[in-house]
Structures are given as structure tokens and as C-alpha cells.
T-cell receptor, first 111, second 115 residues
Framework: SQQGEEDPQALSIQEGENATMNCSYK?????LQWYRQNSGRGLVHLIL?????REKHSGRLRVTLDTSKKSSSLLITASRAADTASYFC???????????FGTGTRLTVIP | GAVVSQHPSWVICKSGTSVKIECRSL??????MFWYRQFPKQSLMLMAT?????????EQGVEKDKFLINHASLTLSTLTVTSAHPEDSSFYIC???????????FGPGTRLTVT
């Protein structure tokens, strides 16, 4: 399976705290993407980081990529109750355009 | 961002019947569309990739005769679940990708329940 793994599987924090999720993958990638999914809904694209990039920011989101360790992290700063959702990393492997999703992290932000 | 719609949003059907799910890109041309399946509290699993005008490419373990995919135009792809069984009950999500881009735009999903 080319599915990546994320940890933690579940994360519960207080509003205002930061949330960090990690993703590991298996082979060389072209890019890595992070998505958010509210319960029973479709996915929302959050951010894309290319294999030659190490860090990217978008609002309260910060994504890092370490290709030597085949890992990425998503940091959500100053979390809000509305950030409660499942977060998935997804990789596009070199030479392909398919997305392979990680196992996901279920984030709960307590108001 | 680009918008992808799915219809229906939920469907209940009887075992043995067929169900068609539509996926439309509303404001862009999706040269490639993807179909995913998601079981409760699990990740998305890619079922197949379809390029407009070509036969779909199915992932290992996905029965192409059971899950018929048609991508007849740049804005529409359909997934037909034939002879549905209760184990086919799942959340089916499609996505579209414009040519030359890596970003996929996801539909809201279709929840299929087979009784």
C-alpha cells in the first residue's frame, strides 16, 4: 500500500493552543498536500508543498517537509473550535498524478 | 477555488440494484477525475483514475466490472455501482484536476447505503 501514516490518530486541545500533526510517506514525491474534512463531508484543500520546498505558510497554517526523513508536519496556531475536523496528508509520487492519502488525524478543539 | 458537485448526496438502494453517482466540475475543465471510497473514520482510498475520453485506470483490488466509470466530457464523470451489496455501503467522493495542475478539487461526497 502506498498510503502514508499520520500521527497522532486523534488530538484534543483547548482553544487557543497550537495543534501539530505529522505525516510520513514511503517513496519519492513530487508534492505533498494537506486536506481538511468535516465529519461526513467532502475535502477542502489547505496547502500544497513541493518536494523542493521545506516550509510553507498560509494564514494560521504552517507546513514543513523533510524529504530526507520522508515526513511532513502541519501546525495550526491559535486553534479555534471551528478547526475541529479530520486532517489528511496526501502525496503525489514522482511520475504520477494520483493522490495517496494518509490515515488522518482527528482534531478536536475544545472551546 | 474550483467547485465540484456530486449527485445524489445520499442514496439508499436495495441489494442487487445499480446506482449511478454523478460528479461535475462546475467552473473548470477536469481533464482527470478521481473516485475515492471512504469507510467510517477511515482515510480515502483511491478507486480509479479517469481521463476524459479514455478508459478508467482502476487501483488494485477494485473490480472494474462492478464499479463502472465513465468520463465522457471534461465536466462530467459517473460512477455506477452495479449489483450493489451491503458491503458496498460507503462514502464515495470524486475529485477533478485540471490539466497541468496537481491540485485536486473534491466533491462533497455521496453516501451510499445498500439494504
Amino acid at each position: 500500500s502506498q498510503q502514508g501514516e499520520e500521527d497522532p490518530q486523534a488530538l484534543s486541545i483547548q482553544e487557543g493552543e497550537n495543534a501539530t500533526m505529522n505525516c510520513s510517506y514511503k517513496t519519492s514525491i513530487n508534492n505533498l498536500q494537506w486536506y481538511r474534512q468535516n465529519s461526513g463531508r467532502g475535502l477542502v484543500h489547505l496547502i500544497l508543498i513541493r518536494s523542493n520546498e521545506r516550509e510553507k505558510h498560509s494564514g494560521r497554517l504552517r507546513v514543513t517537509l523533510d524529504t530526507s526523513k520522508k515526513s511532513s508536519s502541519l501546525l495550526i496556531t491559535a486553534s479555534r473550535a471551528a478547526d475541529t475536523a479530520s486532517y489528511f496528508c496526501a502525496t503525489v509520487y514522482s511520475g504520477a498524478n494520483n493522490l495517496f492519502f494518509g490515515t488522518g488525524t482527528r482534531l478536536t478543539v475544545i472551546p | 477555488g474550483a467547485v465540484v458537485s456530486q449527485h445524489p448526496s445520499w442514496v439508499i438502494c436495495k441489494s442487487g440494484t445499480s446506482v449511478k453517482i454523478e460528479c461535475r466540475s462546475l467552473d473548470f475543465q477536469a481533464t482527470t477525475m478521481f473516485w475515492y471510497r471512504q469507510f467510517p473514520k477511515q482515510s480515502l482510498m483511491l478507486m480509479a483514475t479517469s481521463n476524459e475520453g479514455s478508459k478508467a485506470t482502476y487501483e488494485q483490488g477494485v473490480e472494474k466490472d462492478k464499479f463502472l466509470i465513465n468520463h465522457a466530457s471534461l465536466t462530467l464523470s459517473t460512477l455506477t455501482v452495479t449489483s450493489a451489496h451491503p458491503e458496498d455501503s460507503s462514502f464515495y467522493i470524486c475529485s477533478g484536476m485540471a490539466g497541468g495542475a496537481y491540485e485536486q478539487y473534491f466533491g462533497p461526497g455521496t453516501r451510499l447505503t445498500v439494504t
